[in-house]
């Protein structure tokens, strides 16, 4: 009987300390959600934009941070800030993953690329909003990590690749949009051709030791494009031959 009374004693115990952790992520999530709807009321003046849409909120909110940071815990998994992943490189800010994707003005039935994959947190949120993400990474460490994490988190509309993203994916072109998540000092032309007419692409402007600028391009009918300078920010530089 005692062993009995001893187990029935742990599994009530780990049951309610399981149901603690994840009431703890919830009010994380919470409280992530809550400081990046802050930060994007706080920016409006520079973005126009004093809210977020709806189904970009939704899936901030649905994609659980934590499975992307490894080697941190909850608490810095929900803070609102960057945090390292490993080979120089970084996972971006959630507000500024938030802006990103509100910025790209994705729909249900578009394909995006992604150009450095990380961690793979910012294709799991546009995975959720659209029909294909296809990603590239330049570090084969992390677009191997990214590929076996996306797929055991069941996101089935994620292509990984490793590979220089300055040249984009011309086998899977022309992309409804297409996110930069290192920063550059111009806009590639490879990247434009491969965008659709109308299609959106944003991305970090600048280099490492200068300003950078979160710049929105949209592709005209000509083949040119216009751009719009949206927010001052601080991105790792994209690497790669070109």
């Known amino acids: 009987m005692k062993q009995v009374t001893g ?14 952790d994840e009431v703890d992520v919830k009010s994380l999530q919470t409280r992530l959600m809550a400081e990046i709807e802050r930060d994007t009321r ?6 126009g934009r004093s809210a977020l849409h709806e189904r970009v909120r939704t899936a901030m909110a649905n994609v659980a941070r934590h499975d992307f940071v ?11 800030r960057p ?6 490189q970084t996972i971006s800010q959630p507000f500024i993953v938030a802006l990103m994707t509100d910025l790209l003005e994705v729909e249900a039935e578009h394909v995006v690329l992604e150009i450095g994959t990380g961690s793979g947190y910012q294709a799991a949120v546009l995975a ?12 084969p460490e992390l677009a191997a990590s990214a590929r076996l994490r996306l797929a055991d988190l ?15 994916w011309p086998e899977a072109a022309p992309f409804d949009a297409i996110i930069v998540t290192a920063v550059g000092p111009d806009i590639p032309a490879s990247l434009v051709a491969q965008l659709k007419t109308g299609g959106r692409m944003v991305l970090p402007v600048g280099t490492q030791y200068t300003a950078q600028n979160l710049t929105v391009v949209t592709k005209q009918a000509d083949g040119g494009f216009t751009t719009e300078e949206v927010l001052p920010v601080a991105f790792v ?4 031959d070109h």
């Open 128 to 139: 959720t909003l659209v029909k294909q993400v296809y990603t590239i990474e330049i570090i």
């Open 237 to 240: 530089p994209l690497t790669g």
């Open 42 to 47: 706080e920016t409006a003046g520079y973005t």
């Open 154 to 168: 069941g996101y089935e509309n994620v292509s990984v690749k490793a590979g220089d993203g300055y040249f984009g």
């Open 83 to 88: 945090l390292p992943i490993g080979h120089g």
């Open 7 to 20: 187990l029935l004693c742990w599994l009530i115990v780990a049951g309610c300390s399981a149901a603690t």
């Open 70 to 80: 490894d080697s941190h815990g909850p608490d810095a998994a929900y803070a609102n």
